[in-house]
């Protein structure tokens, strides 16, 4: 019966340890973000987002552009997210020029607890910032899936941006085109974009320094050779760009703040796509 009663206890010690081996300290591996296609939104306003068991997970603090407060209270280890009297979003650049599906970074245990709105939401520790999924955060406004836009959208009353359409997130390539993205190759915002069927297309991005003359050296250096500098109707002077071996032209000019791209898909009409 000794024996019996020691065989008990032994097979209790064990599992007990396996238990304490198995709990996850803060700083473990517990899991993995990926990249994806999904675009998170807040109004018309990307905001970085990445995949994380079937979740869009966005950074706790990155929310402080979008009109809120997110406070940090290192006595009891808690982010507290609240709307704040600012009506007016800080537009952030977004990537998405990754594979979708393609790992992002580990998903650390945290002792981290994030409340919104009086109640706590789930949150991971990524690369030193705090992540929390996008679709807990319906105490401040409806969160939407939209297939045909494969977007997670949140509208929030009240905010105001730059944007009267969807912001255009950063890919390696303007959309049907072998032409390099400006935003993504300078991480610029792109504020206001044009498609036409004739292939012809238009993007303002802000601009900041020496940017324009980066990317024009980055694409010469691809193969773009110069063609043609001429004034549009507003005496704007565009520099074009063409690269005939991929039978396409891109068009800079910068103004106002802003820097222009205008893609060309069709070069018998390069002109013409100057003085549109």
């Known amino acids: 019966m000794k024996k019996f009663i020691a065989l008990i206890m032994t097979m209790i010690m ?32 990307a905001i970085p987002s990445y995949a994380v068991n079937g979740q869009s997970v966005i950074v706790a603090e990155d929310l402080r552009n979008f009109g809120f407060d997110v406070v940090w209270n290192p006595y009891n280890r808690t982010l507290t997210i609240s709307r704040n009297n600012s009506y007016y979003v800080t537009p952030m650049y ?40 996008m679709e807990e955060l319906t105490m401040f406004g409806s969160v939407n899936w939209v297939p045909s836009d494969r977007a997670l959208v949140m509208n929030v009353g009240g905010l105001q941006t730059l944007f009267t359409g969807k912001q255009r997130v950063g890919k390696k390539y303007m959309p049907g085109t072998t032409a390099p993205d400006y935003g993504w190759y ?8 044009d498609d036409k069927s ?13 940017e324009l003359q980066q990317y ?18 507003d005496g704007i002077w565009y520099t074009g760009y063409i690269n005939k071996s991929k039978k396409i ?23 013409a796509a100057f003085e549109d």
């Open 14 to 45: 064990m599992i007990s340890c396996f238990g304490l081996v198995a709990e996850a300290r803060v700083g473990d591996k517990i899991g993995t973000a990926y990249h994806t296609d999904i675009v998170a939104y807040i109004n018309n306003c």
């Open 216 to 233: 024009i050296d980055y694409i010469k250096s691809l193969g773009w050779r110069y063609d043609v500098s001429i004034p549009n109707e």
């Open 249 to 271: 032209g891109i068009a800079v000019a910068e103004y106002e703040g802003l820097v222009s791209i205008q893609i060309n898909t069709n070069l018998d009409g390069w002109n």
């Open 186 to 193: 300078t991480q610029s915002i792109c504020v206001e974009w």
């Open 94 to 133: 977004v990537d998405k020029s990754y594979t979708s599906g393609a790992k992002f970074t580990n998903i650390l245990e945290t002792d981290i607890r994030v409340y919104a709105g009086g109640r706590q939401l789930t949150s991971y520790a990524m690369n030193g910032y705090t992540m929390i999924p």
């Open 198 to 210: 004739d292939g012809d297309s238009l993007r303002l991005y802000l601009s900041s320094g020496t």
